[in-house]
């Protein structure tokens, strides 16, 4: 995932402005978003995750201070400010509660401390959700009333907002798509979660990697194995290159990882009937970019045309998100934005 | 699904009063509700499909003229009529489109001519996110700020009620929870629609009786095989009562669907994370006041309690509905209502 966005000069910018926080277990992302959408300030600070969550916003506080001095600015210019974290969390309590990656945020009133930090009002969420929320802003999913993302990567995250809502649930764990089942059996895959047939054991990177090391252990014949032999790791990227190479074992396994996000893709169909279907993450092969990513999403395309309800089938926009990495930050601030005009 | 209501008497209604139409392939049920969701008068009339909609909505709306007539009441006593039918249907449209079992309604502007006909402002919702809505606003659903209601007959139904908002979906194919995928595999069960591997093929009276015929076919002992060498049918019903009796399959087939149902449960709790999820229709082998029903809505709670994540498992309620066969112009009549009080 990558910064794509170059931000505009402040001299563009509309006001009122909010403050992004998008909290990763690597980095803390922070922009400086417009009533548009625009980022006009962006910097990445290390998240130092075993200094815990207290250092953490003295430090992002101090980086937005920073930022706002750099441009003449005060912290009363600001209207809002989003924060977004990885889950488990209690969202209507601002409290970060059992991160996997995170084990020094556990229990932490993560929100109004950031609100005390900065004297400004802070609205806080998933950041799959935020990623989602971004999306549909002033991403792929601008166009739509409502959209579904589903976030490839070492798992698979997801984000439902419906007319600006964004479905959180009533216990804070609303949308986690990877986590629908699509096979019900006592044979299905586990999950990460350590529960089986989620969607998340079969369509991420992960699951990727699994599928092709089994393969190669039952024999099939694949570019792969000289690749191992020669002391290197398998990866999703490394399954794309050897597709692109002409490697028919990593383009089916690759095929059908979108085979299940798909399936997975016509159950949030029949749920949700969104405007959008939109694929973000790091695992794209490519996107529009190359052509096993434009393969990969008509290949999700085409199983949701032959399994959903003909309508929905032939009306759902099936695309790639657009803000990459920058998703986050934009997301939360976009929410921190609809919580200040509802005042 | 009985009437379970008894009318309240029209001195005891608090106004607003509205108008709710349940359209069914049999029957059209018409309930005047108030502003509390207590009915003070209803009515059953013959859908009598054949004649067609027109026909239908000038009954209806002679039926509602006499049940004013009887009350001395106006129809401008009426702030809001809502109007509920099967799918397909095109909801911002008003349009009732391919319903599968009333073939003399196919694409017509239902909405509008029952608008015209009775001079009221009608909204038009899918029937069972009608029922949805009718446990959310005074059923089992009350205390909840969102549900998901399954209900269970035939087919599986479905309605998601997230705050007020009916979750219709951007093509009017929300909520159709029946339509969930629980097995991805090519040998997974076809539903009625066509499709492989939904809730409906597994967890529906219709799937429940084909399940039996296989077993029964299988050789497995039975009490059930004696019912049939006699002339008897094999219906929902009958297992039931068999299971009752002490038949091992019947009992076995009956939680084998009460687990399908909390496998799909289970996704979405993973999706919507709804306060309670509701279990309607007809086939609740007696609900509360029967063993057999408390013991299917314990399996269900138990597959969503080992399967789902710890939070949301332990907090979700999962329950029957309480409305019975009124839930649906109950419901209408309430989404007629939350629309009146946008305005």
Redesign the interface.
């Known amino acids: 995932m990558s910064n794509s966005h170059e931000p505009i000069p402040l001299s563009q910018a509309q006001r009122p402005f909010f403050v992004g926080v998008d909290v990763g277990g690597t980095n803390i992302k922070i922009g400086f978003v417009d009533d548009l959408g625009q980022t006009f300030a962006f910097t990445s600070i290390p998240t130092e995750e075993e200094k815990g969550p207290e250092d953490a916003i003295e430090r992002t506080t101090t980086a937005i201070r920073r930022m706002l001095a750099d441009r003449q600015m005060q912290m009363e210019d600001i209207a809002a400010v989003g924060l977004g974290t990885p889950g488990?969390m209690d969202i209507p309590a601002g409290m970060i509660l059992e991160p996997p990656n995170m084990p020094a945020w556990r229990n932490f009133p993560v929100r109004d401390r950031l609100s005390q930090a900065c004297g400004r009002p802070v609205s806080y969420a998933n950041d799959a959700n935020a990623a989602a929320y971004g999306e549909y802003w002033v991403g792929s999913g601008r166009e739509?009333?409502?959209i579904v993302l589903l976030t490839l990567g070492t798992g698979v995250g997801?984000g439902?907002i419906?007319?600006d809502?964004s479905?959180?649930?009533?216990?804070?764990?609303?949308?986690?798509?990877g986590?629908?089942?699509?096979?019900?059996?006592d044979t299905a895959r586990m999950c990460g979660?350590g529960?089986r047939g989620h969607l998340e054991a079969y369509g991420s990177a992960t699951a990727l990697v699994k599928r092709a090391e089994e393969a190669l252990e039952a024999g099939r014949p694949s570019s792969l194995r000289a690749a191992l032999d020669a002391g290197q790791t398998l990866s999703g990227l490394m399954l794309a290159r050897h597709a692109e190479d002409g490697d028919e074992l990593s383009l089916e396994l690759i095929m059908e990882t979108a085979?299940?996000l798909g399936?997975?893709g016509?159950?949030?169909?029949?749920?949700?009937?969104?405007?959008a279907l939109i694929l973000g993450g790091a695992m794209n092969f490519g996107g529009h970019n190359r052509d096993l990513g434009r393969r990969f999403l008509e290949r999700i395309r085409e199983v949701v045309r032959e399994?959903a309800?003909p309508?929905?089938a032939s009306?759902?926009v099936i695309d790639y998100a657009s803000l990459g990495g920058d998703a986050g930050y934009i997301g939360v601030a976009g929410i921190a934005r609809a919580a200040y005009r509802k005042k």
């Open positions: 488990t739509f009333p409502s997801g439902i419906i007319g809502l479905i959180d649930g009533e216990n804070s764990h609303g949308s986690e798509c986590h629908i089942i699509i096979d019900y059996h979660c529960q085979f299940y399936i997975a016509v159950t949030l169909i029949h749920t949700i009937d969104p405007g399994r309800f309508v929905p009306r759902v």
